[in-house]
């Protein structure tokens, strides 16, 4: 296997997720890891914790590709008495870098809500739910259509099936006999979209993180019905994707996407 080194491979991962589309508040990029060293095995996780770099170690991972920032704040210090002082501490230790790819895979193409729509069934062309100005095959969400419509129940068992079992689950709200067809998608929390899916007339929308009064509020508007899924969940299935990149790309890595569920809710009563 002839070896490629870190910047070799974030260069190929930075041309798919440029990271000028990044949100401005948003931390992404190589985190941890010399630019010149080795890479040889590559690990797709949603979450760069304790749980994934256990993973890695055992594994014998040069890199962790990860979507959620290890910070997001500022911080004055890495020592090994906090969290993610610990973490860093040990992914250098076991040269391992760290990289992030995380709204600015949000809004590519493909980006993280294209493989969270095939993931429930979505079928044919996507758009974004809400496109940039400048280029209108990017931005955030994905709208599309199923093969065939269904009932928000028979939509709801699908999309469960579809995507990886979580403490959460799925809760929808609506009629569980309605018609569906169309509908709208965003990886991670969205409803700051909600207003955005009852313009785009969908049948349903599908995200994350939905707070009980502008779901509420929402339904009792007249929108679209929902389905509210556990975050990690939502955004799982772009990690294949990510990984695909690189083989696509002719990268000569061997990749591996983590089924480690690192929801922060582990049991639901």
């Known amino acids: 296997m002839a070896a490629w080194n870190l910047t070799d491979v974030i260069d ?39 749980a994934v ?32 002082g610990r973490l860093v501490h040990r992914l250098i230790k076991n040269d391992i870098a760290l990289f992030t790819a995380h709204t600015n895979a949000d809004v590519a193409n493909p980006g993280v809500s294209d493989a969270l729509a095939r ?32 009932t928000l129940g028979e939509f709801a068992a699908q999309a469960a099936a579809g995507l990886p079992a979580t403490a959460w689950g799925i809760r929808v709200a609506g009629s569980l006999s309605r018609r569906v067809s169309r509908v ?30 502008p779901a509420s509020e929402f339904v009792e508007a007249g929108g679209p019905a929902l389905i509210d899924a556990a975050h990690w969940a939502t955004e799982w299935p772009w990690l294949d994707t990510a990984a695909s990149i690189l083989t696509a790309r002719g990268v000569n890595v061997e990749t591996r996407v983590s089924a480690t ?7 639901g009563y």
């Open 12 to 50: 190929v991962l930075e041309a798919a997720y440029p990271p000028g589309r990044a949100e401005s508040w948003d931390a992404v990029g190589l985190v941890c890891g010399d630019p010149a060293q080795s890479v040889e095995k590559v690990l797709f996780a949603v979450d760069p914790v304790a």
């Open 53 to 84: 770099a256990d993973e890695a170690v055992e594994w014998g991972a040069d890199l962790i590709v990860t979507h959620h920032p290890l910070y997001l704040r500022g911080t004055t210090t890495v020592a090994a008495t906090t969290p993610k």
């Open 119 to 150: 993931a429930v069934g979505l079928t044919g062309d996507l758009v974004p739910l809400q496109p940039f100005a400048d280029d209108p095959w990017r931005g955030l969400g994905r709208v599309g259509d199923l093969p065939e419509e269904l």
């Open 184 to 213: 709208a998608v965003s990886g991670g929390a969205g409803d700051s979209l909600l207003a955005t899916a009852r313009a785009a007339g969908v049948d349903v929308f599908l995200t994350a993180d939905l707070r009980h009064h």
């Open 261 to 267: 569920v690192t929801d922060a809710w582990t049991r």
